[in-house]
């Protein structure tokens, strides 16, 4: 027997059926909340990672090339490269431990303690597993196939030329921020610079051409290294400037770096000493003294000042190294290095004009030039009579070696001082830029002694036959803990050539060099320093186009020096 099914009808607005519908809309209202609670959820831990990742990928990507650096005849210095960089995304590696031991086995030098710490962060979306690879280090792990691991590309700077002119190239972190040297020029002082170096037609920077001549810059390298290690000395440098433009042809300073060395972590004796040292350069600023007694007409030639005794001020006694105990001429103060007669110079002049010349030669203040690394002079505190005429010889304050070769630039180029410069620029542009701080006169009467001191004086040794090289010496006990440590000498050279009419002006220094047999037991300058500063003038004269010309005297110096080799290979 079968039932029959009943149905049952619910009138409408019956309270049961309004019941039901409200259910309804109650389901529906929680499955919209959820929806978005959802859509919100994964806008979150998805879209948002993923833009996270894009910007830090376009961060690296999108970076405008920096301009290559030349030197001036366009060898390049520094220029970048297309390298891949390796990153991970952590939350779509599936296990963490298997992908370390794969990692680290294609790349020995990552540290899986940290590449782990980064890789277990829940909410990281990008994580650095290496920069800056190889392109077997890419393919290696590229092949790997693990999830959530891919590579970028983006540049690396590379300095072909290596270690050679490092301090004035400078370098670039890993992010190709410039760091130190023209690099941190171009970053910063220099932005506007850069800025016209763009080429519109080519989207690309054009090179930032150096005033460095790459030839010149390796034959001072190998000759101040070359005497580092005959004289034992701890360092040294040198530099060669164009008298006529500033321009600096050459900068050396000696421990240098390798700027492609990873990571650059350099030490204290790598530093520019030619720019961020400051130094008591000793009797090199006598010539400072005697320019500025010539010019203030206190001295002539003809002067003569009682270097008998020992000059007392106070209790302080100034002696010579060379005592002569007699009155000495203008010339042989000079040629002799004499302190006394030098101090007495300055006191002549007086206190006041005496830091006036300083002041306007610029010796009291910071020299600035396109590399930043640059020292403050370390100056006095209370100028008196004392500190005045040991001023006079170089004695109690100090410069960095590049100012100290500007000033006396400007003394023998007919008075003009020219900033000193790392960027090519042409005699009209220096002209501009150019200050007279002595007359011509001085001037002349300052190419005179620099020459006399280099055929009579402690300069013999840089002249070089041919290309009339003139000079001065100078030997200071270096200040250690704030004293002067006896015996622990700077030894220095400034010279010029050709000093009829001085076009290049040139600085060696040499940190604590050590006497030999062949020097008599000295380690002064005229014995280390000076003969270093003649083998590079002989070998960058010919380099810069200066050419030799020969006196009568001179070619009997070729002929008895000819007639010696022929002895020596018999």
Known sequence: MMLKAKTISVPAGSPRLAGQNRIRLLGLCFAFAFMAIAGQLLRIDVTRPVEDVNAELAKHQDRI??????????????TDIAVASLYADPRKIPDVDEAVELLTAALPDVDAAELRRKLLKPKSAFAWIKRQVSPEERDAVYNLGIPGVSYINERKRVYPQGRLAAHTVGYVDMDTKGIAGIEKY??????????????????????AELSIDLRVQ????????KAIEKFKALGGGGIV?????????SLVSLPDYNPNAEPKVFTKDQQNRMLSGVYELGSVIKAVTFAMAFDYGTITMDSKFDARFPLAIGSARINDFHNLHRFL????????SSNIGTARMALQVGLERHQEFLRRVGLFDRLETEVPETARPILPRRWSKL??????????????PLQGLSVVAGLLNDGKLIPPTFIKRSKEEAEVVAQQIVKPSTSEKMRYLFRLNATEGSAGKADVIGYRVGGKTGTAEKVVNGRYAKGR????????FPMDKPRYAIFVMLDEPKALPETYGFATAGWNAVPTAGKIIER???ILGVSPQFTDADLEKLAKLEKQEALKKN
Do not use: C, W
Not at 70 to 77: A, H
Not at 218 to 225: G, K, L, R
């Open 387 to 400: 500190v005045s005429a040991t001023a006079a010889f170089g004695h109690g304050f100090a410069v960095q």
């Open 489 to 496: 000498n700077l030894a220095s050279f400034i010279g010029a």
């Open 329 to 336: 001429s203008v010339p042989e103060i000079f040629t002799n």
């Open 241 to 249: 400037l164009n008298i006529e433009t500033g321009e600096i042809v």
């Open 65 to 78: 090339p920096r301009p290559d650096i030349v030197d001036r005849n366009g060898n390049v210095l520094a």
């Open 540 to 542: 960058v004269a010919p």
């Open 186 to 207: 171009l970053d910063n002082a220099g932005a506007i610079y850069t800025a016209s170096l763009a080429d519109p037609q080519k989207q690309v920077a054009a090179p």
């Open 218 to 225: 390796h034959a001072m390298t190998d000759e101040v290294s």
